[in-house]
């Protein structure tokens, strides 16, 4: 779903034992020299126990693609069994004949023994490798010692490693099974990662990915180790979750808030939230390939803009979009659009080369202004105004209200800019080429690459990076710009400080906008507040098609 959001060649937060992403902590390498001891030995047993997600099986999976050429490897990865079903297993699994139909043990270990032999006469190794080992009983794991019976001189013809959760070497304790426990000529307990390595994990799967920026910042890698415990298979499943999350709310990169809505649905720790409920309507569309339903995305969060014009109209526009089915989802990306283009494509009488210059024409007319041509962000600020260029989603668009330069990609994959002049409902207005031209978001959804440039008025009081602090007339703004957001009124101090009361109003405004709650007013919290109260500006929302 968000690969191609972020820029991913592939998910890097599978839970499947890909080797290509085994993160080589010093636990890990340890873990897999221990195991290659096993493969290049002279027999006998090796145990590799580790908790729940520690990475067993994929660093096994690992020393499969280092086995050598000389070797024969058995992997049984369900091994509750009966010592029959086992042994049958373990024919079946090195190819060796038995009788059909055979029930017998002492045939089946006849028929192995016979294989064995043979095996060491060409100067083949022979491994039998047990996934999930807790699994086997007793009466089985006594089997699997007298497996190893069969010896020459200098070797064992059989080597078993045995990978497990924790419950293995405690059940290798018992009196019953110390014959066996004294033949483990290896063995190693995979633990959890530290807080340094979770962090360099993260950053490793995501490089392998093909990640070209930073989707989880170092401040909260700290949550992510006390969330996960270091286990990486939870945090596969935390960071999967809360990409996803981003996904759906348009963000740039995961936050602390979509973080602890991941770990939320993960640990079932509020069965009331209703971020599970979006994410589950996410899936289902990827189920049926409808892509329009990223439409429901950016339009089924709880953030209403303050210019709606009818709050019960679009609740119950909400209402129908949460609907998960691909009927109506469907039915969705038509209803509003009536005779409205399925595709957006770029007019057949103009060169497609010329997209970028034509679109920031637009764009600047929309400010009022001409557009002479190069850089469009330097040129802005011969305006008096700032330019933002970034990859999000519609919501973030929605929020700023302002028109935006957008980098498209038609059905046969050439890409083109058009200005976004207006929002309404289920219905984009664009500007393209000399043409201005009404889709469905849900086309929108299908061809927008996510790419987009915009342009907002820096306030003649205001400055970037307001901080906790600071005195003057940027700390007079932003109370301004607070209060009125707020709908109060506020008659400032002179020289008023930016002191932790202000810090906290601008944390929960920064919350309720989507953004990292850091309480300092950089780029992009000022350009949301730099929108508030400016009837001069051009809104996405005021226009013909706008909402």
């Given at each position: 779903?968000y ?9 890097p ?20 020299a221990?195991?290659l ?5 002279d027999g006998?047993?090796v145990?590799l126990?580790?908790?729940v997600?520690a990475?067993?099986?994929t ?18 990865f369900?091994?509750?069994l ?16 038995c009788?059909a ?16 032999l ?21 009466d ?13 001189n ?19 304790e ?23 390595e ?25 949550r992510?180790?006390?969330?996960s415990g ?14 996803l ?5 348009g963000k740039e ?17 509020n069965?009331?939230s ?6 589950a309507?996410?899936?289902i569309a ?5 892509l329009?339903?990223?439409l ?13 014009a ?7 526009a909400?209402a ?6 691909a ?13 409205l283009?399925?595709t957006l494509i770029?007019?057949e ?5 010329g ?42 668009l ?5 028109p ?7 059905q046969?994959?050439h890409?083109f ?7 309404k409902g289920?219905t984009?207005?664009f ?20 790419r ?6 820096m306030p ?7 901080r ?12 301004r ?5 707020q709908g ?12 932790d009361?202000l810090?906290?109003q601008?944390k ?8 990292i ?7 992009q ?10 009837p ?12």
């Amino acid at each position: 779903m968000y690969k191609h959001y972020f820029g991913l060649t592939d998910s890097p937060f599978s839970i499947a034992p890909d080797p290509r992403y085994l993160f080589l902590s010093q636990r890990h390498q340890e873990a897999l020299a221990h195991l290659l001891y096993g493969v290049n030995g002279d027999g006998g047993f090796v145990l590799l126990t580790g908790e729940v997600g520690a990475g067993k099986t994929t660093v096994c999976r690992c020393l499969l693609q280092q086995i050598p050429a000389s070797c024969d490897v058995a992997y049984i990865f369900n091994p509750k069994l009966t010592v029959e079903e086992l042994l049958s297993t373990i024919c079946v699994e090195f190819g060796i004949a038995c009788p059909a139909g055979n029930s017998s043990i002492k045939v089946f270990i006849d028929c192995i023994n016979a294989y064995l032999l043979d095996a060491h006469a060409r100067g083949r190794h022979t491994v039998l490798i047990i996934d999930e080992a807790q699994n086997l009983s007793a009466d089985v794991l006594e089997q699997m010692r007298l497996l190893t019976n069969l010896e020459t001189n200098q070797r064992k013809l059989l080597q078993i490693i045995l990978l497990g959760q924790p419950e293995l070497a405690n059940m290798l304790e018992r009196p019953e099974l110390r014959q066996l426990s004294q033949r483990i000529v290896a063995r190693y307990h995979l633990g959890p990662l530290s807080k340094a390595e979770v962090e360099a994990y993260v950053r490793h799967r995501l490089e392998v990915s093909g990640a070209q920026r930073t989707l989880f910042p170092a401040a909260l890698m700290g949550r992510l180790y006390r969330l996960s415990g270091g286990v990486p298979r939870l945090i596969n499943v935390l960071c999967d979750r809360a990409l996803l999350g981003a996904y759906v709310q348009g963000k740039e990169r995961v936050d602390r808030t979509t973080l602890s809505k991941a770990a939320r649905e993960v640990f079932h720790l509020n069965p009331r939230s209703n971020f599970a409920r979006p994410l589950a309507a996410v899936l289902i569309a990827a189920v049926v390939g409808l892509l329009a339903m990223t439409l429901y995305q950016l339009e089924s969060r709880p953030y209403k803009p303050a210019a709606e014009a009818s709050g019960s109209a679009n609740a119950a526009a909400d209402a129908r979009i949460s609907a998960p089915s691909a009927k109506s989802a469907a039915a969705r990306s038509a209803k509003p659009a009536g005779a409205l283009p399925e595709t957006l494509i770029w007019p057949e009488d103009e060169l497609r080369s010329g997209s970028k210059t034509k679109a920031f024409a637009a764009l600047f007319r929309a400010w009022g202004a001409d557009y002479p041509g190069g850089d469009a962000c330097r040129q802005a600020e011969g305006f008096g105004l700032r330019c933002r260029s970034a990859r999000g989603g519609l919501d973030e668009l929605r929020r700023v209200d302002r028109p935006a330069v957008l980098l498209l990609r038609d059905q046969r994959g050439h890409e083109f800019h058009a200005t976004l002049i207006g929002l309404k409902g289920y219905t984009a207005t664009f500007v393209i080429g000399a043409e201005t031209r009404q889709v469905a978001l849900g086309v929108l959804a299908t061809q927008w690459t996510g790419r987009y440039t915009l342009l907002w008025r820096m306030p003649p009081a205001a400055h970037e990076n307001i901080r906790a602090g600071e005195r003057g007339p940027a700390v007079e703004w932003l109370l301004r710009q607070l209060a009125q957001e707020q709908g109060r009124t506020v008659d400032p101090a002179n020289n008023p400080l930016f002191d932790d009361a202000l810090a906290r109003q601008v944390k929960q405004y920064q919350l309720a906008q989507g953004l990292i709650p850091d309480g300092a007013v950089g780029a992009q919290t000022l350009m949301r507040l730099a929108g508030i109260g400016d009837p001069s500006a051009p809104k996405l929302t005021a226009v013909p098609g706008g909402k």
